[in-house]
């Protein structure tokens, strides 16, 4: 079991390079925000099954902590991405 979740996390980290190429040359900043997300998912799984795979306890809090900053990076993108509106006529 261990040598398949180590595989998955292979996987899975090899899906996350695909998506740091699509950040790097992305021709919109919503492709490379969606690829930014990638990142996050990407990590959080795969250290949850490299953990799951050693039996190293205390990665949950990590993952925990990435998934909170994934979250707050695409609620700070669509802040600054969404149109302002004035409220002065």
Do not use: K, W
């Amino acid at each position: 079991m261990t040598d398949f979740l180590l595989a998955a996390a292979g996987l899975i980290l090899l899906t996350v390079a695909v998506g740091l190429a699509r950040i790097l040359r992305g021709p919109e900043n919503v492709d490379r925000t969606m690829a930014a997300q990638l990142l996050g998912t990407g990590g959080i799984a795969t250290l949850l099954l490299v953990a799951a795979a050693t039996g190293v306890r205390g990665a949950e809090d990590v993952a925990l902590g990435l998934a909170l900053l994934a979250a707050f990076a695409s609620v700070a993108f669509v802040n600054s991405a969404a149109p302002r509106q004035d409220d002065d006529p």
